[in-house]
């Protein structure tokens, strides 16, 4: 899971994904980075740490950190959260294969009206909720069309 900073939507992304793979039985390593270095290890945001607690996930432990090119060795999939990201990602990848692993997450959920989520940062508590039902929406049809088929 990608996004910028790696405190709002990407940490929030990795707890609602480790939540559900956990209930259903699955196991996949599962992490977080984001494309800048801003908040290398720093907590998430604390509206995104209220918003999964609110839902029963704990994501108080994660830490911000940057994502590298390594990480295409160690992930199948390479979610991100909005376009830009997206790009900033590609300009790492090494290879065709690396950019085969790239993917909007917002791609696996058929009729939404974009096809990004919302950088909630600059928001409310309110922004934060919408952005954490959006991904548990998005990831579920995530995990049907991929991971529950493995």
């Keep these: 899971m990608v996004c910028l900073g790696n405190i709002c939507r990407s940490p929030l992304a ?6 559900k793979l956990t209930l259903l039985g699955l196991k996949y390593e599962v992490d977080s ?8 290890g720093s907590k998430p945001d604390p509206r995104s740490i209220q918003v999964a607690s609110n ?3 704990d994501i108080s432990k994660l830490r911000g950190r940057q994502f590298t090119s390594s990480d295409f060795d160690t992930f199948d999939y390479i979610l991100v959260m909005d376009k ?3 790009l900033n990602v590609k300009k ?3 290879n065709q294969h690396d950019e085969e692993k790239i993917h ?5 959920q058929d009729n939404l009206t974009s096809s990004e989520v919302p950088d909630p ?3 409310t508590l309110k922004d934060f909720e919408k952005v954490y039902d959006l991904l548990d929406e998005v990831i579920d049809s995530f995990i049907t069309k991929t991971l529950a088929k493995a």
């Design 104 to 108: 909007l997450l917002c791609s696996f």
């Design 84 to 86: 830009q990201n997206q």
């Design 33 to 40: 980075a984001g494309t800048a270095n801003y908040h290398v």
């Design 121 to 123: 940062y600059y928001g």
């Design 14 to 19: 990795e707890g609602i994904l480790r939540h």
């Design 55 to 57: 839902r029963g996930i």
């Design 92 to 94: 790492l990848a090494r």
